[in-house]
């Protein structure tokens, strides 16, 4: 059965610094083993971007219900300017949107990435992500939850992403 821990969701404080990176760390080690190498590579996350996530309010740590942090994400309402363009498609609508950015899980949970996403809806009700075209994990998450794809962003690096949305 998954904990409903949408209920335990709050904004990450620099205390809990260490045990993002940590998490960060398992996720990337997961996506290696999972078929996705080319994603989080050369050490992003960094520690110095995390830490400025925290200091803008943008970052958030999943707790389950012993108040182990399990999980951590982005969340950030307004305008992300990778998202201007899109490619071989459409953005469902030009309405404000809140973006998620880096779901990573502990692993000793199941249901972070859901978990993250209901939570966000909670907030706010037109939500774009995107993920990099190997992570079927977090594809399939987005498949379950209803997301619709869009089409192709490119980040700041260059890369390719697939490109998702859903409003309620």
């Known amino acids: 059965m998954l904990l409903d821990m949408t209920s335990n969701i709050r904004l990450s404080q620099p205390v809990d ?14 996506m290696n083993r999972t078929g996705n190498v080319k994603q989080w590579v050369n050490g992003y996350p960094s520690v110095s971007y995390i830490e400025e996530e925290i200091n803008k309010g943008h970052s958030f ?7 182990e942090i399990v999980g951590t994400f982005c969340f950030i309402i307004g305008d992300d300017p990778t998202y201007n363009k899109i490619y071989k ?12 950015h880096r779901v990573a899980s502990s692993g000793k949970e199941k249901g ?21 075209r190997d992570n079927k994990v977090m594809q399939n998450i987005l498949a379950k939850l209803d997301f ?5 962003i490119y980040v700041q690096d260059g890369s390719e992403r697939l490109a998702y949305q859903k409003e309620i």
Do not use: P
């Open 148 to 152: 619709k794809y869009c089409g192709i």
């Open 17 to 30: 610094l260490q045990i993002i990176m940590e998490i960060y760390a398992n996720a990337r080690d997961f």
């Open 61 to 67: 740590v999943i707790e389950n219900n012993n108040g």
């Open 89 to 100: 498609g459409n953005w469902l609508n030009n309405k404000e949107y809140g973006t998620v």
């Open 112 to 132: 972070v990435g859901e978990a993250c996403f209901k939570w966000c809806f909670r907030q706010f009700s037109n939500i774009r992500v995107d993920t990099h």
